[in-house]
């Protein structure tokens, strides 16, 4: 397709477990975006990647979050040991170039129980 | 203090209304200000990208940006229920990290 895809698109995990999100970008963006959208919040900004380099990780919320792009374009997001409070929406934006538009997926729900 | 606020509504008007979005900011390095769409259940996508000072006009939709104030605007005339969404706006500094600092999204319904 010519957006940018997420998988899954729904997840549930038991409060301990370790998940990882997936983000497909369109093709030929350089910069990949994560972001977290708690229910009924705006998004706020998780980390971005320009090519396979990590350039910002401030957003973060704590060392049990992880995000990689070994190549340049599939990006995975790993929480490890996840806990209630990470229940929401997790989205991912490509873009072409700096300061160009963010194009988003539809985001991964993640529900913690 | 956060650093953008938005009125989270909700906001429900008749079909036809003008509707007026607005959001206010507290950090002078936000340059690019961008107000995105999202419909439930879907990713936020762009209806306005503003660069600095001034209005810009795409169809029904106008966006205004006034740096001296640090308050930002999206008109929506003659409003539909296809509108109907969450409205959020994205700012972004002119140098450093490319992060958007979003607002808390206003969601608005129009009424047949």
């Known amino acids: 397709g010519a957006g940018v895809s997420q998988s899954p698109r729904y997840k549930v995990a038991k409060r301990g477990q370790d998940v990882a999100l997936r983000c497909d970008p369109i093709?030929?963006?350089?910069?990949l975006f994560w972001y977290q959208q708690a229910l009924g919040q705006g998004p706020e900004f998780l980390t971005y990647?320009?090519?396979?380099?990590?350039?910002?990780k401030s957003g973060l919320p704590s060392d049990r979050f992880f995000a990689e792009r070994p190549e340049g374009s599939v990006s995975t997001l790993k929480i490890q040991r996840t806990q209630q409070e990470d229940s929401a929406v997790y989205l991912c934006a490509s873009s072409l170039a700096q300061r160009a538009e963010q194009f988003f997926g539809p985001g991964t729900r993640l529900t913690v129980l | 203090q956060k650093e953008v606020e938005q009125d989270p509504g909700p906001l429900s008007v008749p079909e036809g209304a003008i509707v007026s979005l607005n959001c206010t900011y507290s950090?002078?390095?936000?340059?690019?200000f961008m107000w995105y769409r999202q419909y439930s259940r879907k990713g936020p996508e762009l209806l306005m990208y503003t660069y600095s000072s001034g209005n810009k006009e795409d169809g029904r939709f106008t966006a205004q940006v006034d740096k001296s104030s640090k308050y930002i605007s999206l008109f929506i005339r003659d409003s539909q229920p296809s509108d109907s969404a969450t409205y959020l706006c994205a700012l972004l500094t002119q140098g450093g990290s490319e992060k958007l600092v979003f607002g808390k999204g206003m969601k608005l319904t129009v009424n047949p």
């Open positions: 950090n002078s390095a936000f340059q690019y």
């Open positions: 093709s030929g963006h350089v910069s």
């Open positions: 990647f320009q090519n396979e380099a990590q350039l910002d």
